[in-house]
């Protein structure tokens, strides 16, 4: 019997499985301001295939706008990253074709109270691909309990108003 055509066909079926780069998993704070919050982040992949990275931010958010960018630049192969997708919450950036400079943005978006997470799909040709990307939050104003009364005073007496014209 002859092992090493056996051996041989073995080791071409290990070898023509689909790379997979390391998938990166970061928890992010954000700088928190009055009623803002910005994080940025940065992720290198050091092996070549496809890639989907998570970045939760912390702490939640009220019910904001959100926006965010990426970017990546890679003159050289192994810096280069092709980015496919990337969503906040579910909400998709607009992705740029691949290229040496790829870029994605999302404008401002409305998003619901409660954690907020980006996931990014992407392929990495090199074993130093980087990519690097921003979020921005601004709350929406909660009007005070004051304003509702006020409100409530201002439709009442438009009521009575309106009444008294009739009689």
Request: charged share 10%.
């Amino acid at each position: 019997m002859k092992i090493k055509p056996f051996i041989l066909a073995a080791v071409l079926a290990l070898g023509t499985g689909v790379a997979v780069a390391d998938n990166q998993n970061q928890s992010v704070n954000w700088i928190i301001g009055a009623n803002s919050w910005t994080a940025g982040f940065s992720v290198t992949h050091h092996a070549v295939g496809a890639f989907t990275d998570t970045f939760t931010f912390a702490p939640d958010v009220p019910l904001s706008l959100i926006d965010g960018v990426l970017a990546s630049i890679g003159f050289k192969a192994k810096n280069d990253i092709d980015l496919y997708t990337a969503n906040i919450n579910g909400n998709s950036y607009t992705i740029d074709p691949n290229g040496s400079y790829e870029h994605g943005t999302l404008p401002p978006t409305l998003i619901t109270a409660g954690p907020v997470v980006l996931t990014v799909t992407g392929k990495s040709w090199g074993t130093l691909a980087t990519y690097t990307g921003s979020a921005n939050v601004v709350a929406m104003p909660v009007p005070e309990p004051e304003t509702y009364g006020m409100l409530l005073g201002g439709l009442a007496a438009i009521g009575l108003l309106a009444r008294r014209r009739q009689a």
